[in-house]
């Protein structure tokens, strides 16, 4: 009996010093063993741009730019166009990501739609001919 009250009071003993000197956080591997079992720290990646630059340039078959020339995109039901310039150039800093309508339009000539994806941070440039309506 006196053999395992003296075995209970070793082991409480070692356990209380276990907690009070023991277990502190530290790493018990070797110093080569440090870094192959460690977490990576996970790095943080800029979300990606929900907006992107287009360009777009509008002319007829015949290379001119009639007047009153529009062009833009349709998204989510808008349409956002914009009066071309004389070289039937518009430019959109803002244009969503994702899938969108480019349009163009002009008196005298057949709507142009046309499907395109734009990928955020990748600016997108197309060019549109106006057909002559019949």
Known sequence: MRVLIIFALTAALAYGVWTLLGDDGEST??????????VTPTTTRAPAPRTVTLALTVRTAASTIPPGTVAGYRWGGDDRVRPVDERGKVTFTDAPTGQVTLIARAPGYEE?????????GVPTSAILILERRE
């Open 112 to 120: 142009l739609v046309q499907q395109r994806y734009l990928t955020g």
């Open 29 to 38: 591997q070797s110093p080569g063993e440090e870094y192959s079992n460690s």
